[in-house]
């Protein structure tokens, strides 16, 4: 961000909207509070962001709703994992033990470094190393805190590798399977083989139907892996 961080009332701001300058889907006043947000924790392109939350059904062009609030409504719902399928990027923890700050003034003067992602009455935004990224004129920080999840690049990547080493278990299980009762010898680290496989009808026949079975959960999870990664 290029704008200068200003002091409103102890509190310290940069202009939120900055990420979506040269935007070819931003539109004003759509109620795209959650994606700016998401944009100014993780650096992710606010496009990339908006077209993610269209596709996953969590936005709708032109029109508001995606208060962070509202994620919530739906128990098996949660706003860090709604987050992780916004952005592409993973390493979002939920912090309800933070509520008790209770205003963001409280919440930024406890917290002058890490990255959050704040939810107030009906809105959205971001707090990177004590500075609110929101909208420009904010001038109070008064409004009482409703939803913490913090962003942690560095938990991203511990999740990241745990569950690459639980594919590689499970791709060399598909493997040795498919040597025993195929003949062939085949790599499952890469999504072409994968699918290949599946569009084999003579390997279907062969092969027990739990190993089929795996195969297909094992595509699911591994195209998962690819998008997210």
Wanted: glycine share 10%; aromatic share 10%; hydrophobic share 35%.
């Amino acid at each position: 961000m290029n704008a200068k961080a200003s002091t409103m009332s102890n509190l310290r701001t940069k202009d939120g909207y900055e990420c979506t300058k040269g935007s070819k889907l931003y539109i004003p006043r759509d109620g795209s509070c959650f994606q700016r947000a998401l944009a100014n924790c993780t650096g992710v392109d606010f496009d990339t962001i908006y077209g993610k939350s269209l596709r996953a059904g969590i936005k709708k062009l032109g029109r508001g709703g995606t208060s962070v609030l509202g994620l919530d409504k739906d128990p098996t719902v949660s706003v860090a994992k709604t987050a992780a399928k916004c952005t592409g990027v993973a390493g979002w923890v939920p912090r309800p033990e933070l509520y008790r700050f209770g205003t963001i003034n409280a919440f930024v003067a406890q917290f002058s470094r890490g990255t959050f992602l704040l939810g107030v009455r009906g809105h959205a935004l971001a707090v990177r190393d004590g500075v609110v990224y929101d909208n420009g004129d904010r001038s109070s920080g008064r409004h009482r805190i409703l939803e913490v999840v913090e962003y942690r690049p560095q938990a991203a990547d511990r999740e990241r590798d745990e569950l690459r080493a639980k594919l590689n278990q499970r791709a060399h299980k598909l493997r040795a399977n498919f040597q025993v009762y195929t003949g062939a010898e085949l790599e499952f680290t890469e999504m072409a083989t994968v699918t290949a496989a599946l569009g084999r009808e003579d390997y279907r026949k062969r092969l027990p139907v739990k190993t089929w079975d795996l195969l297909q959960r094992y595509a699911v999870q591994l195209e998962a892996f690819g998008t997210l990664w």
